[in-house]
């Protein structure tokens, strides 16, 4: 007998079907992304919100577990925290209340020396009519009878007696001191005596 040739397969036949089927599945994937998204864009947001599943609820935030050795950390640093903003705070009022004191006592001070300016004035007027007022009764004392000066100065205190007459003109002087009795003089003498040792010497 003879055998029969096999005939041999054309190349390329599987291949070319495998090209169809994938061109097919391609044009049927194409169409049904047209398709959704037209019922996507014809569909309303309600609707959308709809289909779509429902989200899974959220679990609960898992708290955080403070290590026990920790605590005893945190404690003390919110305790020093808490002495130094109470310590802040005492610093602060202390600072206030100082340049609460210092204003009056700047205000004090600019008082004192306007009072000690106003005083120095006034002690300067009563000075300035104190010797007027010694030079108006010196002169007064000059003019007058040195008989009668001298029983007038018989009275004074000593050096009160001295001061007049160590304003006097050397002549009204000598004759006031000429009335006094030697004890009264000899006084009156001694405190002039007195006065002009204390003057420098040059």
Do not use: H, W
């Amino acid at each position: 007998m003879t055998q029969r040739r096999k005939r041999p397969r054309r190349p390329g036949r599987g291949t070319l079907s495998i090209i169809a089927v994938l061109l097919l599945g391609s044009a049927l994937l194409r169409v049904g992304l047209q398709a959704t998204e037209g019922i996507a864009r014809e569909a309303k947001p309600a609707e959308l919100a709809q289909s779509l599943p429902e989200p899974e609820p959220l679990s609960e935030p898992a708290q955080c577990v403070s290590d026990p050795d920790l605590l005893p950390l945190l404690e003390a640093m919110e305790a020093r925290e808490e002495r130094l903003r109470t310590r802040e705070e005492r610093l602060t009022m202390r600072m206030r209340a100082l340049q609460v004191a210092d204003d009056r006592i700047t205000d004090k001070l600019a008082e004192l020396k306007a009072s000690e300016q106003a005083l120095r004035a006034t002690i300067a007027l009563a000075d300035e009519a104190a010797e007027s007022d010694l030079t108006r009764l010196t002169t007064v004392y000059e003019n007058m009878k040195p008989k009668d000066a001298a029983a007038l100065f018989e009275t004074m205190d000593p050096e009160f007696a001295a001061g007049f007459l160590g304003r006097m003109r050397p002549d009204a002087a000598a004759g006031i001191m000429t009335g006094l009795t030697p004890e009264t003089a000899y006084m009156v003498s001694v405190v002039l005596a007195g006065r002009n040792a204390e003057v420098p010497k040059e």
